[in-house]
């Protein structure tokens, strides 16, 4: 049976260069959402900001990578999730693994003579991955709250801030979401149940987007038929932002990753932050040479399983 085709016309062709372009320009970001990509478009004007163009968008995407018009790899799925196996063929391969990784990994905490304990909290996952990489080398964390938070996760937050307050140090939070009624109300309600219902004060939140300057400076694509006037959140939302809603996702992941940026470094004392960075880098040195001796004993010691070229005709 032949494989299906998708007839390309002339308006489609054209939409698969748009789209292209837009997949080309972030392919430092790669892989991308399905919705990171559509509010680029519509940035651009390429689109209009409705369903209708997000479902077409959703539609051409897969004939592109079936077609082999952008690599599958652009883009992922990360509402699904694939389990590792287990296994090695030998106890051989096994060692060798593992000495390949020996005292790999070691990395100073380079924020622990910091007076703040910060943490980064995102609204959603789709865009976890920016997240943890940007603030990865600030030894900070960063955690998809995932809209509305559990329980469990505040409880979780409130042992880490109260484990931080008594070290003498004070939390502080820095929050991404929405700008509609529910990215709003979301950290309300976070700061309410940790206050109100787990005791937990002390802790800082601070809104660092979207916010409605973010609109015109980075010239967001507004729905504000996105807000109903039946959600019980309505008046006090526009009485505060107005009538806009603009999705996290709308930001250009460059301009969102100096967000994040410019948001840490103006909380931390940098001058500390560099001075363990130093350390850090004298520390890992140290390690490789305890790593080297490490290895040169083994593979004397243990040549059948550590030595790759064990067994090999010395003539050859």
Known sequence: MARQKW?????????????????????????????QIYYQLVVKGYIENNKSSYNGLSKLLK??????????RALEDRSRRLGDKKGFHSMAEFCRRELNWLFEGYERCLIQSQL????????????????????????IRSSAVRGYSSVTFLADYYGRASKAIM????????????????GVQMLDASIETLEEELDLYG??????????????????????????????????YVKKYGPVAVELDALHPEDLQ???HRAIRAELDMSKYDDE???GEIEEMEIEDIRTAVIEFLEIKFPRYFDPYYGEDEDD
């Open 7 to 35: 007839a390309w016309t002339d308006l489609q062709e054209t939409r698969a260069s748009q789209v292209k372009e837009v997949v080309d320009g972030m392919k430092v970001y790669w892989p991308l959402t399905l919705r």
């Open 63 to 72: 004939w592109m990578r079936i077609d082999d018009r952008i690599p599958w």
């Open 116 to 139: 703040k304990y910060l943490e980064v909290w995102v609204e959603k996952d789709a865009l976890s991955r920016i997240f943890d990489k940007t603030v990865y080398p600030y030894c």
């Open 167 to 182: 070290q003498g140090k004070r939390p502080i939070v820095l929050y991404f979401g929405d700008l509609d009624p529910s």
């Open 203 to 236: 802790v800082e939140f601070k809104r660092i987007g979207l916010n409605p300057e973010h609109i015109e400076k980075y010239n967001l694509p507004s729905d504000p038929h996105a807000i109903k006037m039946s959600d019980s959140r309505y008046a006090k």
């Open 258 to 260: 100096k967000m994040i």
């Open 277 to 279: 960075k130093e350390t």
